[in-house]
């Protein structure tokens, strides 16, 4: 982050919540080294909030925004890093030519703990066909921007809608929040390293990751701006599918039918033929199994 080269005035806001590792020393020396520039702000224990019976990060988080004083907010996450020392510079000369674009963000290459190899690392956008403009739709079927790639105007509001709250995650939400106030676009360059598989939310099984996603649409519609709101009904009965999908591969057969039921109560019925075939063909082939094994 302090190798960026840039023609603006910047400041860092290092966000800490009393984490039990050594992260507040080492934010609080960097302060010291560099004054003008680093300010650490934190949160108490007691502040943090639970969502969906797991303590979260989310005040910690709303904390950090809220004392950004700048015109553009870039995000990056600890576990995360830049790769590009021209970046927050490419992306705020964009913003300031595109007044009518709320948001830049751009490709990341994904490593894990056992893989440093950037040269032969995935990316996020492994095909990388992502068009560069007019993709506001696709952020109602899924998050399509590594957090860390992100810069977006300064529209933190006083007073977080509701949403805010409930949700499982706070990104995906808050660049459908920023949707309301113009456009987005995506660069193809990857300047930033995504590092995967080494937090809470990785370790779990897909239906777990995916089951907050479903949850999220429940509430969507709350920040949606209107020009998206027609793509609601199919994004759900999508992201309805892949849930269902992972909870056959998991064998958890009785789960997967629970949720076809209700898929099919609140979903357009023209997306759950196949899935009622192999679900139905899955869930025989596990009671013929039990059967044989009793004889």
């Not at 023609?7 to 960097?30: C, K």
């Not at 992502?130 to 993709?135: K, V, W």
């Not at 519609?221 to 992972?246: F, V």
């Not at 629970?258 to 075939?277: A, E, Q």
């Amino acid at each position: 982050m302090l190798s960026q080269q840039v023609d603006f005035d910047i400041e860092v806001i290092i966000a800490e919540d009393y984490s039990t590792d050594s992260t507040l020393q080492i934010a609080q020396d960097y302060q010291t080294r560099h004054p003008a520039l680093i300010r650490v702000e934190q949160s108490g224990r007691e502040e943090k909030l639970i969502i969906n019976g797991r303590m979260t990060g989310r005040h910690n988080f709303f904390n950090a925004l809220a004392k950004c004083r700048g015109k553009y907010i870039a995000l990056l996450d600890g576990d995360d890093y830049w790769i590009d020392k021209f970046k927050l510079q490419k992306q705020v000369d964009f913003l300031e030519l595109h007044p009518d674009y709320s948001f830049v963000f751009h490709n990341a290459v994904l490593i894990s703990n056992n893989q440093n190899d950037l040269a032969h690392a995935p990316k996020f956008h492994a095909n990388d066909h992502l068009a560069t403009e007019d993709i506001d739709d696709l952020f109602v079927y899924g998050n399509q921007a590594p957090t860390s790639s992100v810069v977006f105007r300064n529209n933190i509001p006083q007073v977080w809608p509701e949403i805010f709250y409930k949700a499982g995650f706070a990104d995906w939400p808050l660049h459908i929040f920023n949707l309301n106030y113009g456009k987005a676009f995506y660069m193809h360059e990857a300047m930033s390293i995504y590092h995967i598989g080494s937090g809470i939310w990785a370790k779990r099984a897909m239906s777990e990751q995916l089951r907050p996603m479903v949850e999220f649409y429940d509430y969507m519609g709350e920040i949606l701006p209107d020009r998206l709101k027609n793509e609601l009904p199919n994004a759900l009965a999508e992201k309805w599918e892949s849930l269902i999908h992972a909870l056959v591969e998991e064998k958890r057969y009785f789960a997967a039918l629970g949720s076809l039921f209700r898929h099919l109560r609140i979903s357009p019925v023209f997306h759950t033929k196949k899935i009622w075939c192999r679900l139905w063909l899955f869930l025989l082939k596990k009671i013929r199994g039990k059967n044989e094994g009793a004889h």
